[in-house]
């Protein structure tokens, strides 16, 4: 039996071929070797006699029979190597040493020499050559197999691909393959990429659950994969805007009323100090004030004084006291997440519309198990939960906000879109001599924005003599060609458009337009200041047979809508403010 394969593997050594080759007619003199006798004189002659085939394949047998028999004598070392100055075939002596033959590697070994090596390992052993330890002996056991099996090795995180279904606003909705380990900003970037629309850094998917009325952002650092998975059948994922995500990095003492926020250690009060205190995890701020609390598994409501500190939600047994007998814990904000109740009233009886509620991780449409709290007004509503996000993430939450902010200015000038422009930087000016100054007097600056006012309506007038009436008279064209703006919703109620402006931030300057349901001819501007939703009745009226739209019985006209929200988002002038973000509806 040889070494490397069955008993007649030898045969197709390349070297035992060249000796096989060797013994053709043709050179017949090279058949002498180590261990092969010589031939027969009478081959030396073999042009004129012929080779006898019968004579060679003995020689040749017996020669075999010589060296399996001295291989059986010859162990191995580890190393694959036989031991110095013992060559194989040659049997040690007491006094002598045998004369020493090499061994070809051709030549075939008996698979025994190898079985005896486990026997008299440490016998055989010599002092003169060290074994070399064998680096992967795991794979040479008995009963380990030299390979792994294809179901071994776990698949890697990353290679694991899955679908999630978005939805939008209007109902569409669209499928996308994603990563393990793609984040909602991932995610919300493609959804963008595809619907074409402008990234501007406030779009957010949305966790919903219709079954319980809840829902709440993702934050951009979250794995959408880890959330689908606490998630029911009966929940979905929304892409909705946002403006008002990171808002509180902006202007954090609107969001933190002065009565709410108590601190352990002295603090100047200042909006950089109230944000460090907030982000620094050594801090101990709290918010605290009274909650209307709904006691699990009953349908009555308490109003309770609650406090929320980075250990957790705590309510006081005893009136407003907060020593440690007396407080209970209500809710941990390692393992829940924060959402906002969509219908707090109908649906679980709340005493306001200002609901949110601390969902465990754990629950997925057990309503049982929530943690439902009612605010007074919205403000303080914004404020328990912005403080639980801060106190939640921390320092991830102004991580996110400012990545962004990093990536804009990395840009070069000329990838910036054409009409970024700050807003400190619009100033009033004069173009009616042969140079243009800046209007500084705000009288002067109020009269030039009238004038140019006028030249809007004297450039409609002109048109307007072109031609009668027709599909594309300006007259015509003025009361349908803000349909194709973003910012214009149609035909919905004041409750679906103050539902909409909640949903996407309550900013300053939030707004959307729609049509008036008490006046089939007039429209409604809808605006979000100081977190409160107010109207604005947008009124058509005639002026030299031409038609013109305005928020100030006439004082500002304008020829169509568009050019009124042109110029109320670059002068607020009987707004509360100016219109700097729409809430825009886009289709998957």
Request: hydrophobic share 35%; charged share 20%; glycine share 6%.
């Amino acid at each position: 039996m040889a070494l490397a394969g069955g008993p007649d593997s030898f045969l197709h050594h390349p070297y035992y071929q060249d000796q096989v080759e060797q013994t053709s007619p043709r050179r017949p003199g090279n058949l002498a070797g180590p261990g092969f006798p010589a031939p027969p004189d009478r081959l030396a002659n073999h042009q004129e006699d012929d080779v006898d085939l019968e004579t060679l394949v003995n020689d040749m047998d017996a020669s075999l029979e010589s060296l399996c028999a001295a291989a059986e004598t010859a162990p191995l070392l580890r190393n694959g190597q036989h031991p110095r100055g013992r060559p194989p075939g040659a049997r040690p002596l007491q006094g002598q040493v045998a004369p020493r033959q090499r061994l070809q590697r051709s030549q075939p070994m008996h698979i025994l020499a190898v079985r005896r090596l486990h026997q008299g390992d440490q016998q055989l052993r010599t002092s003169s050559l060290p074994a070399i330890p064998n680096p992967f002996p795991e794979l040479c056991g008995p009963g380990s197999p030299p390979a792994l099996t294809p179901g071994s090795v776990p698949p890697g995180p990353a290679a694991a691909k899955q679908d999630v279904k978005v939805f939008s606003e209007d109902g569409t909705s669209k499928v996308v393959e994603i990563l393990a380990d793609t984040t909602a900003r991932d995610l919300c970037q493609l959804l963008v990429y595809r619907s074409h629309c402008v990234d501007d850094n406030s779009w957010t998917l949305v966790e919903h659950h219709p079954h319980l009325g809840l829902e709440r952002c993702l934050e951009d650092h979250e794995l959408v994969a880890q959330v689908e998975s606490t998630m029911a059948s009966e929940s979905q994922f929304l892409f909705r805007k946002n403006y008002a995500k990171y808002e509180f990095f902006k202007n954090p003492t609107n969001f933190f009323p002065e009565q709410m926020v108590a601190w352990c250690q002295q603090s100047n009060g200042s909006q950089t100090q109230l944000l460090q205190n907030f982000l620094n995890s050594s801090s101990c701020p709290e918010i605290q004030g009274f909650l209307h609390v709904k006691e699990l598994g009953r349908k009555s409501w308490k109003k309770l004084y609650v406090c929320l500190r980075r250990s957790g939600l705590y309510c006081s047994t005893k009136g407003a006291s907060k020593e440690p007998r007396h407080l209970q814990l209500l809710a941990d904000l390692e393992d829940s997440r924060i959402f906002s109740l969509m219908a707090g009233r109908k649906q679980y009886g709340a005493p306001t519309d200002y609901g949110f509620c601390i969902k465990p991780n754990r629950v997925r449409n057990e309503a049982k198990e929530l943690r439902l709290l009612c605010a007074e007004d919205e403000q303080s509503r914004t404020c328990w939960m912005t403080a639980f996000r801060l106190l939640k993430y921390g320092m991830l939450l102004y991580q996110n906000y400012r990545i962004p902010q990093q990536r804009k200015a990395m840009l070069s000038p000329f990838s910036t879109p054409v009409r970024s422009v700050s807003e400190n930087s619009l100033v009033a000016m004069d173009f009616s001599g042969q140079t243009g100054r800046v209007i500084e007097n705000p009288a002067e600056a109020q009269s030039a924005a009238l004038e140019e006012g006028h030249a809007w309506r004297k450039r409609s007038t002109r048109m307007n003599v072109l031609g009668s009436q027709s599909p594309l008279h300006p007259s015509t064209l003025s009361t349908v060609i803000h349909r194709t703006q973003h910012w214009f919703h149609g035909r919905i109620s004041r409750e679906e458009s103050h539902r909409i402006i909640k949903q996407q931030g309550l900013v300053d300057g939030l707004f959307l337009l729609r049509d008036s349901q008490s006046n089939p001819k007039a429209f409604v501007l809808t605006l979000c200041h100081h977190q409160k939703i107010k109207n604005f009745q947008i009124l058509p009226c005639e002026d030299d047979g031409q038609t013109f739209f305005s928020l100030d019985d006439g004082n500002t006209k304008f020829s169509d809508l568009i050019q009124l929200v042109d110029f109320y988002q670059l002068n607020k002038g009987v707004l509360p403010c100016r219109l700097k973000h729409h809430c825009i509806r886009v289709a998957l």
